[in-house]
């Protein structure tokens, strides 16, 4: 069952979105409270699959929220609010949200947008990660995980990775990873590409053994 959270002070608003979406299977976590749902946020973001925000809320505002959810998730991000001027509007997408809805609206064109959202997010996620054995990389949000530790790579290190994951158990020469990577107008020696995999290996610690060094070859990304 999809879950989505709800961040909206009007109660009935709250209930009547909370019956209509809970019919069609989609649970409703409904949040009055600007300050409540900052501490939600803060805590367990990723529980949700999406995110209906209004703007005008207590304690804590919906652009504040919108932009600490974006600070940790890119879980999408719908505005329901009564602000409707150009300004607001442009705010929201600013901030990163998917869309901004104007109050009054249709529960059905809500619900339409949210099943949307939902399918292209799903998509997302799966067409961005990328793994083998104990590596993992995030291709839209840049983090890079080993051994489920999230490890910081600088971005020639980062798109060696990338290539060598979007290949993997294939044998990579470094003229091919010194065209991907730093371009076919590079002018260098293509020792520089063991230089790189050399502080790659060590960034990943002990999942660094996966890549192959293959004398005379190149390189390979492989699971042991």
Known sequence: MKKILL???DAEICDIITEYF??????VVAVQNGGEAFDMIQSGIEEYELVLLDIMLPETDGFTLCRQIRIKSNVPVIFITARGREEDILS????????????PFLLSVLYSKCEALLRRAEGLINDNKLSCGN?????RTLRCFSDGIEVELPPKEFAILRYL?????WVISR??????????DYFGSDRVVDNHIKKL??????AGIQI?????????????
């Open 22 to 27: 809970g019919n069609k299977g989609t649970e």
């Open 201 to 206: 290996r060590k960034a990943l610690g002990s």
């Open 7 to 9: 961040v909206e002070d």
């Open 92 to 103: 929201g997408y600013d901030l990163g949200c998917d869309d901004y809805i104007v109050k």
């Open 175 to 184: 003229d091919t990873l010194l065209n991907k990577v730093w371009g076919y």
């Open 135 to 139: 590596i993992s990389l995030d291709t």
């Open 165 to 169: 994951l979007e290949h993997e158990n």
């Open 212 to 224: 192959k060094t293959l004398v005379g070859r190149g390189y390979k990304l492989a699971k042991e």
